[in-house]
């Protein structure tokens, strides 16, 4: 997952003692949405399978 924000930040009050001025804010960040995995599944599957035999819910 790759993400880029851009906040254009302009301040409502401005005086002589602040350094507050109009600019743009940016953060860049990615990461690795999810591991290597199994997705098959068993033959005929459509990738979704319980293969920890994990009680399913059913709420």
Same mark, same amino acid.
């Given at each position: &997952?790759? $993400?880029?924000? @851009?906040y +254009?930040?302009?301040?409502? *009050? $401005?005086? =002589?003692?602040?350094?507050?001025?109009? !600019?743009? *804010?940016? @953060?860049?960040?990615? &990461? $690795?949405? !999810?591991?290597?995995?199994?997705?098959? =599944?068993?033959? =005929?599957?459509? =990738? *979704? +399978?319980?293969?920890?035999?994990?009680?399913v819910s059913?709420?």
């Amino acid at each position: &997952m790759f $993400v880029e924000l @851009q906040y +254009y930040f302009k301040p409502m *009050i $401005v005086n =002589g003692f602040s350094n507050l001025t109009d !600019r743009t *804010i940016s @953060q860049v960040a990615s &990461m $690795v949405v !999810r591991e290597n995995r199994d997705t098959v =599944g068993p033959t =005929g599957s459509d =990738g *979704i +399978y319980n293969n920890e035999k994990v009680t399913v819910s059913t709420c």
